[in-house]
């Protein structure tokens, strides 16, 4: 897969290459999410406020004091993490709907502050023009092939990072903690400060995917970090696989690819991928993830039992 993605470019045109960049972020949003969700045990409806953080303080840093983006980016990603620590204090001893509304209302306050504060941020309008990234060791990422690859990279070490944190000892507290807090409590986990940890490294990563955001896109505005950003999230982890790392992946590029193929439905299109949704979820509750595996359950032929060999050996 990852040669495939990495000769990928070769083949594909302009749009194709904006395409798949499209998605290669997407995933990284999504495996913050998956992180939350699948681990952490949290639905969170302001992991859009973190993205739209490292996104904003970034190019502000960039646009309005000249910082390179290798130097503004450790600095926002820090802004994020610190951003996260405090909420996570605050919020993550609420429980059940509680949590959800409060954070809806962080990624609010967040989204408003954004798009009132006219003289730093632009309000609406956004800022622009954000550029590409600097070149560093002898590198340059303005091009799309170019930037494509520097995106993959972050998808991948990201995704490598989370894979060796599910299965560190931190990773199994987290999942002790999803499954039963309180018996987490009883045999002496410290519930909070790992719900904590969680949340500021699923921010990190969604920072992560913030920072590259903006010179994607070449413009940030408020109205890319609504509700409906940190939902799309949930739905790609949804979709995907809740509680696993190539989940939100795939859910990412069903979420990018399936809308694109439904083009040629126009009005309808909304309507579609809704009723497709709607069809995943109810017939394949553990995801695209648990479909690929009850399909290679049944493709791969049973093994006999040690009792049926040793029967067929006596007879």
């Given at each position: 897969?990852?040669?495939?993605?990495?000769a990928a470019p070769a083949a594909l045109g302009d749009y194709q290459i904006y395409l798949l960049t499209l998605t290669?972020?997407?995933?990284?949003?999504a495996l913050s999410m998956g992180l939350v969700l699948g681990f952490v045990g949290q639905i969170n409806l302001g992991q859009a406020a973190f993205v739209a953080i490292g996104a904003y303080v970034s190019a502000l840093l960039r646009i309005k004091l000249g910082f390179d983006f290798w130097l503004a980016a450790p600095i926002a990603l820090a802004a994020v993490v610190i951003v996260a620590a405090l909420v996570g204090l605050l919020t993550l001893r609420l429980r059940g709907p509680f949590f959800i509304l409060v954070m809806l209302a962080f990624a609010e306050i967040v989204r408003l502050v954004i798009a009132n504060?006219?003289?730093m941020t632009n309000g609406p309008l956004g800022l622009r023009p954000v550029a590409p990234p600097e070149p560093i060791?002898?590198?340059?990422?303005?091009?799309?092939?170019?930037?494509?690859?520097?995106?993959?990279?972050?998808?991948?070490?990201?995704?490598?990072?989370?894979?060796?944190?599910?299965?560190?000892?931190?990773?199994?507290?987290?999942?002790?903690?999803?499954?039963d807090e309180i018996l987490a409590e009883f045999v002496g986990i410290?519930?909070?400060?790992?719900?904590?940890?969680?949340?500021?490294?699923?921010?990190?990563?969604?920072?992560l995917g913030g920072l590259l955001?903006?010179?994607f896109l070449t413009v940030l505005a408020p109205s890319q970090f609504t509700i409906s950003a940190s939902v799309d999230m949930i739905v790609m982890v949804v979709v995907g696989g809740v509680g696993t790392l190539i989940g939100p992946l795939l859910g990412a590029v069903f979420l990018v690819y399936v809308p694109e193929l439904l083009s040629f439905t126009t009005h309808y299109r909304p309507a579609m991928m809704g009723v497709l949704l709607i069809l995943v979820t109810l017939f394949a509750p553990q995801?695209?993830?648990?479909?690929?595996?009850?399909?290679?359950?049944?493709?791969?032929p049973c093994k006999p039992a040690n009792g049926a060999k040793e029967q067929r050996h006596a007879g």
């Open positions: 897969m990852v040669l495939l993605l990495a290669l972020i997407w995933a990284i949003l504060w006219q003289d060791l002898g590198l340059s990422f303005d091009t799309k092939t170019s930037f494509y690859y520097l995106v993959l990279v972050v998808l991948g070490a990201s995704l490598l990072a989370l894979w060796r944190l599910v299965l560190s000892r931190t990773g199994r507290m987290l999942i002790a903690v999803r499954e410290p519930v909070m400060r790992h719900k904590v940890i969680g949340l500021c490294i699923a921010a990190f990563v969604s920072g955001l903006g010179p995801g695209l993830v648990g479909l690929a595996q009850i399909a290679r359950a049944k493709l791969t």
